[in-house]
């Protein structure tokens, strides 16, 4: 009944003993009470199936044993950390990145703000400077015109 397999799986200390409580725990589920009335390797030859298929788990699986599942659980935990540390601190410096960004579209925003003001105040100078040259152009054709309907340049039959 005992073969290699399981005096591979004898050679680690915590594994034997949940091997061990794994197939108490079978057998006892099995057989229960019958096992007080069984004659000596009675059950052999039904068991040995369940006992070949736990000792092949334990052997082979490294999820027999839970101390190492659960340090493979905690490695797994603390990778998923690091990524997650490393993403904030990314998230970080492209925060400042955008705080750096913002700054310098607010000292571009006065500074457009400062030149709008005087580009339109300029503005507003050349279109007065036009209306008042426009007004005075109109004032010289008006007078040129009453010259030449008044015969002179004095309006002398317009002013009698």
Request: glycine residues 4%; charged residues 25%.
């Amino acid at each position: 009944m005992w073969n290699a397999g399981t005096v591979r799986i004898l050679s680690t200390g915590r594994i034997p003993f949940a091997f061990l409580e794994d197939i108490h725990q079978r057998f006892v589920r099995s057989y229960g009470r019958a096992v007080l009335s069984a004659q000596a390797y009675a059950m052999n030859d039904e068991f040995s199936r369940v006992l070949s298929q736990q000792i092949e788990y334990y052997s082979s699986d490294p999820n027999a044993d839970r101390i190492n599942r659960l340090k493979g659980e905690m490695s797994q935990v603390r990778n998923v950390m690091i990524e997650n540390i490393d993403k904030v601190l990314e998230r970080g410096d492209r925060l400042e990145l955008l705080v750096d960004k913002t700054s310098n579209m607010q000292g571009n925003t006065f500074r457009f703000r400062k030149q709008a003001r005087r580009f339109r105040s300029t503005v507003w100078w050349r279109n007065v400077k036009l209306t008042i040259a426009l007004i005075v152009l109109l004032l010289v054709i008006v007078y040129v015109v009453l010259a030449f309907v008044c015969h002179g340049p004095l309006l002398p039959t317009c002013l009698k």
